[in-house]
């Protein structure tokens, strides 16, 4: 499956993005993750086939995953945004249900080419 991430941008802190990443073929699920300079990539949020969702506790409450499974694209609606949320943000996926382990980069086998993220103060 190949990934293409869209919708980063230069936002003010408190501002929203809404990221989309649209997959050539179905996946079950399907994940966002986040790289910062010099930082490990970390995990942001997750979605299943049937809509459960998980998120980091960085971003919970503020943030909300979403996909359209006839357009095989995955959402990340972001919201009150702060400096450190700037990072390259990819998206992921993976054909099979991975339980528990949503979190783990190791869990997808498809990643985009990122789409970067810049919150100002």
């Known amino acids: 499956v190949q990934l293409q991430a869209s919708g980063g941008g230069l936002v003010q802190a408190g501002g929203s993005l809404r990221l989309s990443c649209t997959a050539s073929g179905s996946s079950y699920t399907m994940g966002w993750f986040r790289q910062a300079p010099e930082k490990e990539r970390e995990f942001v949020a997750a979605i299943t086939w049937s809509s459960s969702t998980y998120y980091a506790d960085s971003v919970k409450g503020r943030s909300t995953i979403s996909r359209n499974n006839a357009k095989n694209t995955v959402y990340l609606q972001m919201n009150s945004l702060k400096p450190e949320d700037t990072a390259v943000y990819y998206c992921?996926?993976?054909?099979?249900?991975?339980?528990?382990?949503?979190?783990?980069?190791?869990?997808?086998?498809?990643w985009g080419q990122g789409t970067k993220v810049t919150v100002s103060s």
């Open positions: 992921a996926a993976v054909e099979a249900y991975v339980g528990g382990s949503y979190y783990r980069k190791d869990s997808y086998n498809s």
